[in-house]
């Protein structure tokens, strides 16, 4: 039988996790505001900078569910093969 280890980050850690992402967004906004170039190109970091902020809670999100699909799946296949082994037998500790 096999175990799954599941995972869980402390409060602190969480928390630490979201002071340092607010911080980091909030460096960089005040960053491009006293940037000394014209507004159109602060527009331009400031959307590049938002858009990459997003696709990694994206990239983080999909990475997350695909890892739990194929904890799933292990799941479902580990239940069939014990099934399997139960019903006919284990030849290899056979006595």
């Not at 602060?42 to 990459?52: P, Q």
């Not at 994206?58 to 239940?79: F, G, M, Y």
Request: hydrophobic share 45%; glycine share 6%; with cysteine.
């Amino acid at each position: 039988m096999s175990y799954i280890y599941e995972n869980s980050n402390t409060k602190s850690f969480y928390n630490m996790a979201w002071i340092a992402f607010a911080i980091s967004f909030a460096g960089m906004a005040v960053g491009i505001f006293y940037t000394p170039v014209d507004f159109g190109l602060k527009g331009f970091l400031a959307m590049t900078y938002f858009f990459s902020v997003t696709s990694c809670f994206t990239v983080a999100k999909v990475v997350r569910d695909k890892h739990e699909s194929d904890r799933i799946i292990n799941k479902i296949e580990s239940a069939k093969t014990e099934k399997f082994l139960n019903k006919y037998g284990d030849p290899v500790n056979a006595t």
